[in-house]
């Protein structure tokens, strides 16, 4: 992966946060993060990101909402994380890839959620691609 | 004015009559021949138990509802069509013209139908004058017969009730038992001092039901405040206590699921955050010498992470799916799974040739008997010549039966109740979480079936678990689940 990329990682637990920000500057990412909606969204359209990581329970609301609150003129691939094996969130839409936590590799995760940038996914209309053995 | 001789005979016999039902056939037999009178009906409202019409009839009293309303007899005249109408209706045959004689002065508005065979005008009134004269004396004896129809029919229906209920109920003066009913007298057969009141408690505990007795005084005396006598009930509250019971252990059991889950949720974060750190980390970091440190909280992180995941599992409480399959594939798929632990012991398997069709979800039977074996090897750990057997087939109820036995050192009879609570464990800290056997009977139980353990006269434990067969025609093969043989 040679080319750099805009990664913004949503989660209200620090270490997830620490650990995704430690991969992707590996990768010579611009890394930027948020621990809650309210910080997502304002740092988000700012910093425009290509790729983002968006936990889906944070404390201040759902990613998913998050999601529906931005401006529609950002472009980006989202991957949307959950601990949580409820059916509902397959309802929603505006995200590309969706994770089961815990992840056993956080390098695959990430890797993956580069994959949609350079083979430039849709997002996700009805069908869900979930990665449970990450 | 002359008094017949018939009309003093009439007043002596209707005097003599002792039940409602002979009242009919002797006013019958009463009524001169050349009169030509037909059949005589007595009918009148008996409010017991919301019975509202009844008969006498030919020396019979019958018990009826009423087919149709009861009209104003009052209004009605001999000849009146509605009159034949309505006994046609109520008697089940065509009436002649009838003679209504209605008493409405006395309780029960009783009514009495006279008959006319050959209906003309010297009969009917004929008729009329032979009961105007004893009218008195038949609305007294009428009074009397249906006081005492009634009364009887009360005091009968209370004697079935008092005698007949379920609960002791026994009536008391001074103390003593004057009148008591089967119930109570069981209950007084098997504990003699059962009248003895102490007051501490109103809650007894006889053989093996739960009672609470009641004892309502009834006031006499001058000024209604002597208790000479009252009446004594026992309660049966054990089904209450039961349920009662049930349902606070099922909630339990839901707010245990839901704590499991609330736990797990929250611990899942920051475990995924560590093991992701650590990944992290072990890739960039430069001391090459940390290596091994990092391995291993990486596996200690996923060990968290698999306990996690077992407790979700036992408190999911989401749909599953019930399908049709085969309980000895269930069982052959499970034992690769513990083939390490399993390698130590001598196995001796015996399954039925062909398939056990039972329904249920195939990955959670299969869970539910992977634990049970597991326990099963867990307990036979530093035994010298450890010994497991398996059986599966039908059993004599015709349900289909999985039995683990081990030669182990069995389980204490007082474990036995507690052996499928969950977080009961013998175990050593981190050998398991306590859930497994808990689990395995949940679900076992969610598909209809029971799990048991006794222990074996050789030394030992066994555990036997039942499900219910798949009849013929509640086979649908989904795929593999049933094997075809």
């Known amino acids: 992966m040679n080319k750099t990329l805009k990664v913004l990682v949503v989660d209200d637990e620090p270490l997830i946060r620490r650990a995704f920000l430690l991969v992707g500057k590996s990768?010579?990412?611009?890394?930027?993060?948020?621990?809650?909606?309210?910080?997502?969204?304002?740092?988000?359209?700012?910093?425009?990101?290509?790729?983002?990581?968006l936990d889906v329970l944070l404390p201040d609301g759902n990613g998913f909402q998050?999601?529906?609150?931005?401006?529609?003129?950002l472009?980006?691939?989202?991957?949307?994380?959950?601990?949580?094996?409820?059916?509902?969130?397959?309802?929603?839409?505006?995200?590309?890839?969706?994770?089961?936590?815990?992840?056993?590799?956080?390098?695959?995760?990430?890797?993956?959620?580069?994959?949609l940038i350079f083979e430039d996914i849709s997002p996700i209309e009805k069908k869900i691609n979930t990665i449970s053995q990450a | 004015?002359?008094?017949s001789s018939s009309l003093i005979s009439f007043t002596e016999k209707i005097s003599s009559l002792s039940h409602l039902g002979e009242f009919p056939r002797f006013i019958s037999s009463s009524i001169p021949k050349s009169f030509f009178s037909g059949e005589v009906a007595l009918f009148y409202e008996s409010s017991l138990l919301s019975l509202r019409r009844s008969y006498a009839r030919k020396g019979q009293v019958y018990e009826k509802m009423a087919q149709n309303p009861w009209p104003?007899?009052?209004?009605?005249?001999?000849?009146?069509?509605t009159v034949s109408l309505y006994l046609a209706r109520e008697m089940g045959r065509p009436f002649s013209k009838a003679l209504v004689i209605p008493f409405p002065e006395t309780t029960g508005n009783p009514v009495l139908f006279v008959e006319l065979l050959k209906p003309t005008e010297k009969g009917k009134l004929q008729l009329q004058s032979f009961f105007l004269e004893r009218r008195d004396i038949i609305h007294r004896v009428l009074q009397r017969l249906l006081l005492h129809t009634g009364f009887s029919r009360a005091s009968s229906l209370w004697g079935h009730v008092f005698g007949g209920w379920r609960e002791p109920l026994a009536i008391l003066k001074n103390f003593k038992v004057i009148r008591s009913n089967r119930a109570f007298e069981q209950l007084a057969l098997d504990y003699p001092d059962l009248l003895s009141f102490k007051k501490t408690t109103n809650f007894l505990?006889?053989?093996?039901?739960?009672?609470?007795?009641?004892?309502?005084?009834?006031?006499?005396g001058p000024d209604k405040k002597l208790i000479e006598s009252?009446?004594?009930?026992?309660?049966?509250?054990?089904?209450?206590?039961?349920?009662?019971?049930?349902?606070?252990?099922?909630?339990?059991?839901?707010?245990?699921?839901?704590?499991?889950?609330?736990?797990?949720?929250?611990?899942?974060?920051?475990?995924?955050?560590?093991?992701?750190?650590?990944?992290?980390?072990?890739?960039?970091?430069?001391?090459?010498?940390f290596l091994e440190e990092f391995q291993e909280m990486e596996k200690a992180s996923r060990r968290c992470q698999k306990i996690i995941g077992s407790l979700l599992s036992f408190s999911r409480t989401t749909e599953t799916t019930r399908d049709a399959l085969d309980l000895n594939q269930v069982l052959e798929e499970t034992l690769p799974l513990l083939k390490t632990l399993l390698a130590r012991v001598h196995l001796t398997l015996k399954t039925s040739p062909g398939p056990l069709p039972v329904r249920g979800n195939f990955s959670l039977l299969q869970q539910g008997v992977f634990n049970i074996i597991l326990n099963g090897c867990q307990a036979l750990k530093g035994k010298p010549s450890p010994k497991m057997e398996i059986k599966s087939g039908f059993s004599k109820e015709?349900?289909?039966?999985?039995?683990?036995?081990?030669?182990?050192?069995?389980?204490?009879?007082?474990?036995?109740?507690?052996?499928?609570?969950?977080?009961?464990?013998?175990?050593?800290?981190?050998?398991?979480?306590?859930?497994?056997?808990?689990?395995?009977?949940?679900?076992?139980k969610g598909f209809g079936g029971e799990v048991s353990v006794s222990n074996v006269s050789e030394g030992g434990a066994c555990f036997k678990i039942l499900l219910p067969l798949l009849k013929e025609r509640d086979v649908s093969l989904t795929g593999s689940s049933l094997k075809v043989v």
């Not at chain 2, 030669?407 to 800290?429: A, D, S």
Request: with cysteine; aromatic share 10%; glycine share 6%.
């Open chain 1, 27 to 53: 990768r010579r990412h611009e890394m930027k993060e948020a621990k809650d909606g309210k910080e997502a969204l304002a740092i988000w359209p700012l910093f425009d990101p290509d790729l983002v990581f």
């Open chain 1, 75 to 115: 472009r980006f691939k989202c991957v949307v994380m959950s601990a949580h094996d409820n059916l509902e969130e397959r309802r929603f839409k505006g995200f590309h890839l969706f994770v089961r936590k815990p992840f056993e590799d956080i390098f695959k995760v990430f890797s993956r959620g580069e994959q």
């Open chain 2, 230 to 289: 009252g009446v004594l009930y026992y309660q049966d509250l054990t089904d209450y206590f039961q349920l009662r019971e049930k349902l606070l252990q099922s909630e339990r059991m839901a707010s245990l699921a839901r704590l499991g889950q609330n736990i797990a949720h929250e611990l899942n974060n920051p475990l995924t955050g560590i093991s992701s750190l650590i990944q992290a980390l072990r890739e960039n970091s430069k001391e090459l010498s």
């Open chain 1, 66 to 73: 998050i999601l529906e609150s931005l401006p529609k003129s």
């Open chain 2, 72 to 81: 104003e007899f009052q209004n009605m005249n001999y000849g009146d069509h």
């Open chain 2, 398 to 444: 015709g349900k289909a039966f999985i039995s683990i036995k081990d030669n182990g050192p069995g389980i204490p009879e007082k474990q036995l109740e507690k052996i499928f609570q969950p977080l009961w464990t013998t175990k050593e800290k981190g050998e398991g979480t306590g859930l497994g056997l808990s689990m395995a009977q949940r679900v076992i």
């Open chain 2, 1 to 3: 004015m002359e008094i």
């Open chain 2, 205 to 220: 505990r006889l053989k093996d039901r739960v009672y609470k007795r009641h004892y309502y005084p009834v006031l006499s």
